[in-house]
């Protein structure tokens, strides 16, 4: 589980950032506010929740910086 690899949490989410701005073409970047939300969130699944939640973050966001609000029920 995602919770028991705190160390993993944000190279991951970076990785995934960078997959998915290539994906829809835009240049996303993680907020401070937001990499803090990521590494205390209690994760409850896997690694593929994290994935998910980058994905939806980056289709979502309203600006360059992706934000806490912008996870939409995390």
Same mark, same amino acid.
């Given at each position: @589980?995602?919770?028991?690899? #705190?160390?993993?949490?944000? $190279? +991951?989410?970076? *990785?995934?950032?960078?997959?998915?701005? #290539?994906?829809?073409? !835009?240049? =996303?970047?993680?907020?401070?506010?937001? *990499?803090? !939300? +990521?590494?205390?969130? $209690?994760?409850?699944?896997?690694? #593929?929740?994290?994935?998910?939640?980058?994905? =939806? @973050? !980056?289709? *979502?966001?309203?600006? @360059?910086?992706?934000? $806490?609000?912008? +996870?939409?029920?995390?």
């Amino acid at each position: @589980a995602l919770r028991e690899r #705190r160390d993993d949490i944000l $190279p +991951l989410a970076l *990785m995934f950032l960078h997959k998915f701005n #290539r994906k829809y073409k !835009v240049s =996303r970047t993680l907020g401070h506010q937001l *990499m803090t !939300v +990521l590494e205390s969130h $209690p994760w409850p699944g896997n690694v #593929r929740q994290l994935q998910n939640t980058i994905q =939806r @973050a !980056v289709i *979502m966001a309203d600006g @360059a910086v992706i934000r $806490p609000q912008d +996870l939409h029920g995390l």
